[in-house]
């Protein structure tokens, strides 16, 4: 299918024409290209930019959403968390991962960086509903004798990377994870690092999230967690690393050097008490920084236009300079570094060879105008109920409102049935 | 005209009816009231809450809406806002303030607390759109020798006060206004301060906005601006202090001895890098906090459910607590509070006798859905977006994306075309 935008706002590039054909962008001109088109898009008042990346989220515990509130990390996890998903099932985990799903294409995400359980059933979610995902089975090690190539989450890992790496023309790929330094052993760090590097896979892991694991890491290992992943080889492949709030200026120069990707997470940092990262430092470090929502239980929104706009405001706040971190560096670390974080080197990007992965804003509502700068509206006043349209692959999935890939009431209907049933 | 909200969700008091006859409620039940109404309301997957209260802000900014991006407060004002407002008209602040009640209004705010200029305009929009605010003439004053008796802001804002305070059945008041400690002569504080107190005014201020403010202020008047206030009789009267990001511990005391309220601008204050108010602390010492947006000039919306995610969530991160700050502590600063700093006793709540200050937010959306406890589905998921109905004194002025007072396809074309005009 041809598709032609006419004249959207492009933030960085000013008003263009934006042709796709198939899966990929063909020409972004200022002047309108030649030949047929099956449709043509008026983008009168319409923003045109790269669908958004989510790059650490749990995207199941959308069944979490508002569970437990107002409790540390620790015991959110250990009281609340922990038992409610002994309680899961493969229903309870689809139907989570198909409200995610619509939450996110609705507000402009077309792919997202996962770790979770019951995975298959958000492969499944992921390629019914057209977005795209890098999707990986949480391990988690505590008994020191145990064998990791027997441990049956690693096993269920490396089937899942087996049997579903590269499906929907690479709109899923699968990552290796290990949850944390604090929830495994050595051995099975070495494993799955070995694991990954044979066969070309990513790592997702949590990094420093709170100071006491932090802390408690340099204690147990005599080492930093990010020094104890270096070590055992984990940063010798593609990692992108959540939280790292508490890393050290070493530790930034360590991932930085390895290649390793931050994933910002400023809400789910500030409501679980677990502090501030310090994004411009990790910035300067030269490292890869992108953004994520973390799961709904601790946001509770999977809405990355809203953490864009808590990154830009926090930290001109928290290092009390307005211009601390320019608009254009938010925009990339929720685009184009984000497409990079999950091996995706054709898409995050408004350019002729890409992937069509495309946004549209509305900017014609009354909390977009005036319009003098469009980096600034993104940023600054616009949220996720002013996406008009989401692509991905050159296919639309949302549009005014509407959901082409998925029945919206029949999942909200399926994810109360499973809530009541299961966890109240 | 009789009116029953059948059965909504009401945080804090779970599901109840509530009728209203004319402007005020008259019962909230478990049972369905006997008698005849002129409209029963449906109120399935519906939250009803008290309108919210924007108790900081300058309306008609929302001509300055990303305008002057990434500069500190001060090279903000004098390169950018300062030049800009020199430049303001009749027509200017009318299309500006009309622009900002729509949007306060879409995202349930019933009443505002403004300082600004030409505010003859925005009392206009107040009164044809059903709002409700408290409304001030900025008074700033540089001349050590002249004298506030003849000063034409002052002038101006007594015969404001004179002409248009409680105009609307009470929807319009006015309160006196300086604008700060570093921009104003003690003498002009003396003369506000007393006709305020004689004429049963209250005081719109900023205070300790930036940390250089607070300490200029110390070496100008050898005392803190909240001490200089309370010296020049200012805090003999209802006064609303905004932003206060840099007091004492010991004005915290003295402000909440004499009944002061500090209206929290957290957004702002991160976005212009000015630093973050100590909430926590504030509350502890017994002062009435409220919520604000500022102007848009520096937010950019006029959202207070945004104000309240991110005080919700800000303090808790900056304070390394999960638990700090209950979720219905933040939701009474941008209801109840508000209304008592606006001298509307009869406000900001659900019960018999209050006005009808009513909104109503969608539960039935793909990122409101599960609920466990509605306080949190108002603070981390629910958005403006969500705003089904607004009412003030029993009138609707908005319900399911379309407004009753207004025509918003004239005020966003006004908007622009006085941007385009005046300001590019």
Redesign the interface.
Known sequence: MKILFDRPVIPGLGKKYVAIDGKFIVTVTDDRPEGEFDRVICCNNRLLMPGLYNCHTHAAM??F???G?????HR?LQERIFPAEERLTNRAVYAASM?AA??MI??GIVSFTDMYNFNEETVSAVLETGMKANISRAVLSFDPGADPAKDERVLEGIRLFECCHGLGDGRVRIDMSLHAEYTNQRSYCEYIAHYAKANGAGIHIHLSET?AEHKEGIERRGMTPAEFFADTGVFDVPVTAAHCVWISDSDMALMAKKGVTVAHNP?S????????MPLEKVLAAGVNVTLGTDG?AS?????ILREMY?A???H?????????I??GEIIKMATVNGAKSQGRADCGRIEAGCRADIILLDL?T??N?????PE??VL??A???DVRMTMADGKVLYENGEYTTLD?EH??HE??YV?EHYF?
Chains 1, 2 share one sequence.
């Open positions: 959308t069944l959403r508002g569970y509130e107002e409790l540390p990390l959110w409200l619509a939450e609705g507000s100071e809400a940092n500030l409501k679980l008490g677990s502090g501030i709904t946001n509770n929104r999977l809405d808590l830009a405001i926090l001109k706040g928290v290092n009390r300079r307005a211009d601390c320019a608009a014609d009354v909390s105008i005036p319009m003098y700068e600034y509206t600054f006043s949220s996720s109920a919206i999942i909200k994810l109360r809530c109240d």
